[in-house]
């Protein structure tokens, strides 16, 4: 089920961020990131529990989020890794939608 643009930005606004998740064999360590995550999920701030997010309801926030941290780790023949995303700070949000300035 897809996440209204509004919740996802409203949540990013007070503080969330989107978390990206992938795998892959250990033998690619060292190489570029899959370009496309297993798994991704929304943090909200005082939360218990994330929000999984559809890949389609990450493009749609993509263009307003900035990385901000990437880790790796191997695990026997696996390589995990994943990345941290906020929204920008080159946008200022209001009303749900993004407007570039500041």
Do not use: N
Request: aromatic share 8%; charged share 25%.
């Amino acid at each position: 089920m897809r996440i209204a643009e509004s919740v996802l930005l409203g949540t990013l606004r007070r503080g969330g961020c989107v978390r990206t998740f992938w795998r892959r064999s250990a033998r690619l360590a060292g190489t570029p990131a899959p370009e496309l995550p297993d798994g991704i999920v929304l943090e909200t701030p005082g939360e218990y529990c994330d929000t999984p997010l559809s890949h389609v309801d990450f493009a749609v926030v993509r263009k307003w989020l900035v990385r901000s941290e990437d880790w790796s780790q191997i695990a026997g023949a696996t390589e995990f890794g994943g990345s941290v995303w906020h929204l920008t700070q080159e946008y200022q949000v209001t009303a749900d939608r993004p407007v570039q300035g500041g």
